[in-house]
């Protein structure tokens, strides 16, 4: 697959060490251009690989460019751009769980055995991070609650894909899922927790990892059931 569009991955690929540079030498023009370039390299990717045919693929640009507008409230540091940033991500992130209850619906009755041990793991995974963030959160704890419980729903109705479409799609963006909840959880730890070195580039790291993947898996993705048009 990485030799299929290899052009594509060169690019980003730059693109994506260039933000992480940004990062590591406090270059703030070159973090706010790279950081932009991020996201419209996957429009284009999205757009160019699958045409935007289908439902799916058009609420996964409709998440990217939530996403990219989240981008640019993060840039700012202050608590108003802040919350702007969070509710955009919000967005982005039910974008794409519409698309993946879109695969989810075509065949819903297979995988149960799947669908169960993912709601275990989102519940686990969700209770800990909240109550590990909880006592720091003060009057952000509604908030930062409905954000943890949209990218637990964002992972499970990732692994709910199973067996509704191509193997290498459900792989692809149930991992960058995972890595959006990884990228999410080290955001908020050093944002209300306490913060830690690296964490900028932790974050970073795993939030351009999670939309590469799941644009790729999209680009990849191919309906096993009948529903073609979705």
């Known amino acids: ?34 950081k932009i370039a991020i996201t419209l390299s996957m429009l284009l990717m999205l757009s160019l690989g699958t045409k935007l045919k289908g439902r799916f693929h058009k609420r996964i640009f409709a998440g990217l460019v939530f996403a990219m507008a989240g981008d640019v409230f993060q840039l700012s540091s202050t608590s108003d ?26 065949a819903p009755e297979l ?56 193997a290498i799609s459900v792989r692809l963006i149930l991992c960058g899922a995972v890595c959006f909840i990884i990228s999410d959880a080290a955001l908020a730890g050093n944002r209300f927790v306490a913060h830690f070195s690296g964490a900028d580039l932790i974050v970073m790291f795993s939030y351009m990892l999670a939309q590469y993947l799941i644009v790729m898996g999209a680009v990849e993705r191919k309906l096993i059931s009948s529903a073609a048009t979705l």
């Open 111 to 166: 995988d149960k055995k799947g669908a169960r041990l993912a709601i275990f793991f989102g519940i686990v995974v969700s209770c800990g991070i909240y109550f590990w963030l909880r006592p720091s959160l003060g009057a952000m704890r509604l908030p930062v609650l409905v954000y943890i419980f949209v990218i637990t729903l964002m992972m499970m109705m990732a692994a709910f894909r199973n067996q509704r479409v191509n």
């Open 1 to 34: 697959m990485f030799r299929k569009y290899l052009a594509f991955n060169i690019v980003f690929a730059l693109i994506a060490l260039l933000q992480l540079l940004s990062i590591y030498e406090n270059i703030e023009p070159l973090r706010m251009a790279s």
């Open 81 to 106: 751009y802040f919350m702007a940033g969070l509710g955009s991500f919000l967005i982005a992130h039910l974008c794409y769980i519409s698309a993946f209850y879109l695969d989810f619906r075509s």
